[in-house]
């Protein structure tokens, strides 16, 4: 008589088993992945509604029309319109956010961090459709506060930490004249403002150099370093 311990029979069921829980982790994969395509149709779809007609006037149906989804898909994601224009924010600035904390981070000449962050900007903003997002904030944000806060809160007070480490630690090397900069580090970004600005107004009579612009406000301040 052939005597199988409890255990070996239990190793053997484990070993043949074939039923429906085989497959499911690439099912729990693939399901994960189509979600995510969903919700990333969803986000593009509204950034081009936003834009196209404002916060206000953007309704829900037409993201969903544009995503391809039903109206009720959208509410599996986004609690409502507001929830959704933030997670737009989060999720196209966000990883340009994060790039450009680990440039500030960087222990580097300022003027080696200037020329980063000026690539960084044009490549992952101002040639890309991420503008469209800061052209919201301009356009919108005097009406929507609540946006304006949280663009603030997710976006730019993260980045103008950044610069102010990087300022204060060029000050305190003398690679600034004073400490101007220091006080208002919304001068370093200000290049960026008026690119996105204009592109969007006068580039069509006038295109600007964005990258020759913001070397020579760079320039300008940067110029007199080590002069104190």
Do not use: C
């Amino acid at each position: 008589m052939n005597h199988r311990s409890p255990i070996k029979k239990s190793a053997l069921r484990i070993r043949g088993r074939t039923g429906p829980e085989a497959g499911s982790r690439p099912g729990r994969q693939a399901r994960t992945a189509k979600s995510s395509a969903r919700r990333n149709s969803i986000l593009n779809a509204a950034l081009d509604e936003f834009s196209a007609r404002g916060f206000a006037a953007a309704r829900l149906d037409d993201v969903a029309r544009r995503a391809g989804v039903a109206k009720g898909t959208i509410y599996l994601y986004f609690a409502d319109k507001e929830s959704l224009f933030q997670e737009l924010i989060r999720f196209e600035m966000g990883p340009v956010v994060g790039t450009l904390e680990t440039v500030f981070a960087a222990d580097l000449p300022i003027r080696v961090i200037a020329e980063q962050a000026i690539e960084i900007f044009i490549r992952e903003i101002y040639g890309t459709h991420r503008k469209q997002v800061l052209r919201l904030i301009i356009s919108e944000g005097p009406r929507f506060p609540a946006l304006a806060e949280f663009y603030y809160r997710e976006v730019l007070s993260r980045i103008l930490k950044g610069v102010r480490t990087i300022l204060r630690r060029a000050w305190a090397r003398g690679e600034l004249a004073d400490d101007a900069l220091v006080r208002f580090p919304q001068l370093v970004g200000a290049p960026g403002i008026i690119a996105i600005v204009w592109s969007g107004l006068f580039d069509r009579f006038e295109p600007l150099d964005v990258r020759g612009m913001m070397q020579a406000q760079f320039n300008y301040l940067f110029g007199t370093q080590g002069s104190r």
